[in-house]
């Protein structure tokens, strides 16, 4: 059973940058899609970034392309979101998700473990 836990939210003024983490235990990550999604209030969770199995492959929602870059390190078992020219609209709380097939899945029903969340704010 992989856990995943969440860290680096916090909060920050509109154009700065934060970098979250995702670490895991109880597994390894190597042949996972991982992706990070996030849930605005009031909103649905969303996905934001999703990487393959392999690192070749990568997915930004169109509201973070350009801004956000998500990366894996299999040695370490983490994947990261490093997230740049943070807006205000970005506020959320946001989540690492593991998926057991290594293609990747662009809406949260494709994974199996989800991390507890980690909050972003980014005020104006």
């Known amino acids: 059973q992989v856990q995943l836990v969440e860290s680096g939210g916090g909060l920050v003024q509109a154009g700065g940058s934060l970098r979250l983490a995702c670490a895991a235990s109880?597994?390894?990550?190597?042949?996972?899609?991982m992706g990070w999604f996030r849930q605005a209030p009031g909103k649905e969770r969303d996905v934001v970034a999703v990487?393959?199995?392999?690192?070749?492959?990568?997915y930004y929602s169109s509201a973070v392309k350009g801004r956000f870059t998500i990366s894996r390190d299999d040695a370490k078992n983490t994947v990261t979101l490093q997230m740049n020219s943070l807006k205000p609209e970005d506020t959320g709380v946001y989540y690492c998700a593991a998926r057991t097939y290594g293609n990747m899945y662009l809406t949260e029903s494709g994974y199996d473990y989800w991390g507890q969340g980690t909050q972003v704010t980014v005020s104006s």
């Open positions: 990487v393959n199995w392999s690192g070749d492959n990568t």
């Open positions: 109880g597994g390894t990550l190597r042949s996972y899609a």
